[in-house]
C-alpha cells in the first residue's frame, strides 16, 4: 500500500530545502543582488502575530505552478510580498495609503496577507499546479465568516495521523488509501473556523469586516476597473474622452462593494442601531484600503525582499528551464513585474473617481440595508368645533277625534195589509 502521506511529507521536505537556495530570476540563474537592509514590519498588537504562523504554514502547503495566474511557487510568499508591499508603503507615505488613518495600518498589512485564503484550506492540494481556483474570493469571504470549514496544516496532519475514514466510493467500508484526504473526508473534526480562530486572537467585529472586504475585493479594481479602460482605449484611440467616459465602471464598481458590504453586515448583525458602535470606519476609508490591496496584490507579484512579524523570510525559487514549466508560462513569468505595476501605477487616477461615487451615494442615498428614519411633519389637526344643531321641537298636533253623530233613522211606519214595505 503506497504511503501517500509519507511521500507528501518528503516530498515538502525536499521542496523547503530548495527553496532555501538563493533566488534565481532567469534561465542562466542569476542571482538577485539581497539588499542591505531588508523590509521587516512588526505588528503593534500581538493578536495578529498570533495567527500568522498556522495560517502561513497551511499557505505553505498549496503549491504553485500556472504563475500566469500566481507568481510565486506558492500561496505564501506571494502574500508576505503582497504584505510587505503596504508595509513599505506604509513607511514612506505612499499615495495609496496616504489617506487611511494609521490605527488601521496593521490590520490592512493583515489583510494583505490574507487576500488568497480562498485558495487554501479545502485540502486541494494539485489545482494550483496545473490550474486556478476560480470562486477564491468568494470561498475567502466565507472562510472569514466561518461559513466555510478551513482545513489548516496542523488539521490535515493531525488528520492523516489519527483518523482513517471509509472511502464512500465502496459500500464495503474499506479505508481511504490517501491520508492527505483524510481531513476533507472528516472535516467537521479536522477543520478551524476562522472566524472563532481571529475573534479568540482578539479581533473586533470592525476588523473582521474589513478582512472579509478586502478578500472579497482585492481582484475587482482589476476586473471591473482597469481590464475595460485598457480595452475601451484600445479599441477607441481616437476618440475624445472627458471626465464621463469611464462613470459607469465607477458605478459598477460601488454597486459590488455596496453588495458584497451588506452581506458581511448582515452576518454581523450590524444595522443602523449599532454600526457606530461595532462599524465605526467609514465607507470611503474602507474603499481605499480594499484599492490599496488591490494595487499592492499587483506590486507583490514579483520578489519583495524581508519579513513580515514572526514569519520566516520567503524563498520562491523561480523555474530556469522548460522542463520544469511550459514555455508560454515561463516567459510570462520571466517578464519584469515592475513594468506592469509602472503601467498599474498609472490607475490611481480612477480611485478618486471611485472615492467621488461614495461621496455622492452618501450625500443623496441612504445605506442599502438601512432604512432612511423619515421624521414625518407634526400636523395639527384643527379643532373643529361641531355646531350645536338644535333639534326643532315638533309638536305633535293634537288631533281630535271628530263626533260622528249617528243619524237617527226612523223606521218607517208600516201600515196594516200593505205588500211592500221596501220599494
Not at 507568481?71 to 495609503?97: F, G, M, P, R, Y
Not at 482545513?151 to 479505508?175: G, H, Q, V
Not at 476533507?184 to 482578539?202: L, R
Not at 458584497?260 to 457606530?276: A, E, P, V
Request: a neutral charge; aromatic letters at 10%; proline letters at 6%.
Amino acid at each position: 500500500m503506497t504511503d501517500y502521506k509519507k511521500q507528501y511529507l518528503k516530498y515538502k521536505k525536499k521542496y523547503l530545502q530548495m527553496k532555501n537556495k538563493k533566488y534565481k530570476t532567469s534561465s542562466g540563474g542569476s542571482v538577485i543582488p539581497t539588499p542591505p537592509k531588508p523590509l521587516h514590519y512588526k505588528f503593534s498588537n500581538p493578536k495578529f502575530s498570533k495567527v500568522l504562523p498556522d495560517l502561513n504554514n497551511t499557505f505553505l502547503t498549496y503549491f504553485v505552478r500556472d504563475y500566469s495566474r500566481h507568481h510565486a511557487d506558492d500561496v505564501s510568499d506571494h502574500s508576505i510580498w503582497t504584505a510587505l508591499v503596504l508595509a513599505d508603503w506604509v513607511e514612506s507615505k505612499n499615495k495609496w495609503i496616504s489617506d487611511i488613518d494609521t490605527k488601521y495600518h496593521d490590520v490592512l498589512v493583515f489583510s494583505a496577507f490574507i487576500h488568497d485564503i480562498g485558495k487554501t484550506g479545502d485540502g486541494d492540494y494539485t489545482s494550483l499546479i496545473s490550474s486556478y481556483k476560480p470562486t477564491h474570493h468568494n470561498d475567502g469571504v466565507d472562510i472569514i465568516l466561518g461559513n466555510k470549514k478551513y482545513i489548516t496544516y496542523a488539521n490535515d496532519l493531525d488528520a492523516s495521523l489519527n483518523s482513517n475514514p471509509e472511502d464512500t466510493f465502496y459500500n464495503d467500508k474499506r479505508k481511504t488509501l490517501k491520508p492527505t484526504k483524510n481531513a476533507v473526508n472528516n472535516i467537521s473534526e479536522y477543520s478551524t473556523n476562522i472566524q472563532d480562530m481571529f475573534k479568540k486572537s482578539g479581533f473586533t467585529i470592525e476588523e473582521l469586516v474589513i478582512c472579509a472586504m478586502i478578500v472579497g475585493m482585492v481582484d475587482v479594481f482589476e476586473e471591473l476597473i482597469i481590464e475595460p479602460i485598457e480595452k475601451y482605449n484600445l479599441n477607441n484611440q481616437n476618440k475624445q474622452k472627458d471626465t464621463n467616459t469611464h462613470i459607469t465602471l465607477f458605478t459598477s464598481y460601488k454597486t459590488h462593494f455596496n453588495k458584497l458590504l451588506d452581506t458581511i453586515k448582515i452576518h454581523h448583525g450590524i444595522d443602523r442601531r449599532n454600526s457606530t458602535q461595532m462599524l465605526p470606519i467609514d465607507k470611503i476609508t474602507l474603499t481605499r484600503m480594499c484599492l490599496a490591496v488591490s494595487a499592492a496584490n499587483v506590486k507583490g507579484s514579483g520578489i519583495i525582499q524581508g519579513t513580515l512579524d514572526n514569519l520566516p523570510e520567503p524563498t520562491t525559487v523561480y523555474p530556469i528551464n522548460d522542463t520544469q514549466i511550459s514555455s508560454s508560462n515561463l516567459k510570462l513569468f520571466l517578464n519584469k513585474i515592475e513594468d506592469k505595476f509602472s503601467k498599474y501605477d498609472d490607475y490611481y487616477q480612477y480611485v478618486d473617481k471611485i472615492i467621488s461615487q461614495t461621496k455622492l451615494k452618501t450625500i443623496e442615498q441612504p445605506k442599502i440595508d438601512e432604512k432612511p428614519t423619515v421624521e414625518k411633519p407634526t400636523v395639527e389637526k384643527p379643532t373643529v368645533e361641531k355646531p350645536t344643531v338644535e333639534k326643532p321641537t315638533v309638536e305633535k298636533p293634537t288631533v281630535e277625534k271628530p263626533t260622528v253623530e249617528k243619524p237617527t233613522v226612523e223606521k218607517p211606519t208600516v201600515e196594516n195589509n200593505s205588500f211592500c214595505s221596501i220599494q
